[in-house]
């Protein structure tokens, strides 16, 4: 018996709304990061799922792509975050308000 | 098959938690680590095994390898230190009840739509996993491949800019 398509996406979206969730109540960047990750695979999860039960590629195609552009926004925001870092500032995204005003 | 996919999606969702609720980053990351392979074998049950394989090596080996290794340089105790606001989590939880409401409603009442394709699974197990997803890749996505090259290149520059700086 195979799976229903739509346990797929209600996984997919309990894992984006943790996702969320986290994203706003924690404080430390990395782990603001890694919340932001779970989305992503969350998002990845519902495009691949979808691409299954449509008998297509395009979503596999996008999942790929979002993967690379994941990758690449984890090295930026990281060495963002080193600086902020080296800078001597509180590791904590409410205190990281320099561009508030 | 129903029975893995409920093993899987409890692991997923166990992991999930984690990532969020654990004080200390390296758990965090850990659990990062855990929810990615689970997501991998998900891919895998979806008849995806290139994805399954990138999910694998770009996530759950080089995005992770790098936020291990950054927390492992930074302070690990920085997050206990913080004082915790009390009501951030209440907050959160409200929010995310209603965000996953809105979700679930969505879904049930536009259900799947949309015209399936030709590409059944026996019609990729005839070519293979990973030449479809190539085909795919070089023919009807060239210029998304491409431009997102360019993106890479681009954020490997961005970050040896951002290392090399010195901000105060």
């Not at chain 1, 990750?37 to 299954?52: C, D, K, Q």
């Not at chain 1, 596999?60 to 993967?67: D, E, Q």
């Not at chain 2, 230190?81 to 951030?88: A, K, M, Q, V, Y």
């Amino acid at each position: 018996m195979p799976v229903p398509a739509y346990t797929f996406l209600l996984l997919s979206g309990v894992l984006f709304t943790m996702g969320a969730v986290g994203f706003l109540v924690r404080r430390n960047p990395l782990v603001v990061f890694m919340c932001i990750e779970l989305m992503l695979n969350a998002v990845n999860l519902a495009f691949v799922a979808i691409s299954r039960y449509l008998n297509s590629l395009d979503g596999v195609v996008f999942a790929f792509l979002v993967i690379t552009v994941a990758a690449a926004e984890v090295v930026v925001g990281i060495a963002i975050i080193v600086q902020v870092y080296r800078a001597g500032r509180p590791m904590d995204v409410d205190d990281l308000d320099l561009m508030k005003e | 098959m129903v029975v893995g996919f409920a093993l899987v999606a409890a692991w997923e969702i166990v992991t999930a938690a984690g990532v969020v609720a654990f004080r200390r980053p390296i758990y965090n990351a850990l659990s990062l680590v855990a929810n990615m392979l689970g997501l991998a074998v998900l891919f895998l049950m979806l008849n995806a095994q290139f994805l399954f394989a990138a999910q694998v090596i770009v996530y759950a080996g080089a995005v992770m390898v790098l936020f291990v290794f950054i927390i492992a340089l930074m302070n690990p105790e920085s997050d206990v230190t913080l004082p915790p606001r009390g009501n951030e989590w209440i907050y959160g939880g409200v929010f995310g009840v209603i965000f996953a409401a809105l979700l679930v409603s969505l879904l049930f009442n536009r259900g799947l739509t949309g015209r399936p394709g030709t590409l059944t699974p026996e019609a990729i197990a005839a070519v293979g996993n990973v030449q479809t997803v190539g085909i795919a890749l070089y023919t009807k996505f060239l210029f998304p491949v491409e431009v997102t090259s360019l993106l890479l290149l681009i954020a490997a520059v961005g970050a040896v800019y951002l290392a090399m700086r010195r901000i105060r």
